[in-house]
């Protein structure tokens, strides 16, 4: 089994939130579950050291995903504010045609 160094892991984790996970695994001939588990292992280093810090590569990969984390859970929020004002507009539709239909 090869081991990887961290600048390695770190540039892996950068690929991949460049590119994706499964794309990276393929191009790297690593597995989808290592990458995620580097990805959760750094995740639990940063939080552990309140900070990101170490190789730049590795510091820089964190920041990404992070980041990609943040994002994911923005996009989260925005499709439940859309899905909300879908539904506002769609009652609102329903009461414009009621009374227009009254005139």
């Known amino acids: 089994m090869r081991r ?10 950068k ?10 695994g393929q191009e790297l001939g690593i597995s ?5 588990k580097w990805k959760n ?9 309140g900070s990101i810090v170490g190789n730049g590569n590795v510091s820089e990969a964190l920041k ?3 980041k990609d984390d943040a994002n994911a ?3 989260k929020q925005l499709e439940a504010e ?3 004002l879908k539904e506002t507009c769609s ?7 009621a009374i227009i239909q009254e005139m």
């Open 4 to 13: 990887y160094t961290p600048a390695e892991k770190g540039e892996a984790l």
């Open 15 to 24: 690929r991949a939130s460049e590119i994706g996970v499964a794309k990276t």
């Open 32 to 36: 989808i579950q290592t990458l995620y």
């Open 41 to 49: 292992e750094a995740k639990e280093n940063a939080a552990l050291s």
């Open 64 to 66: 990404l995903l992070m």
């Open 73 to 75: 859970q923005r996009v």
């Open 82 to 84: 859309n899905q909300a």
């Open 91 to 97: 009652g609102l539709k329903n009461v414009l045609a």
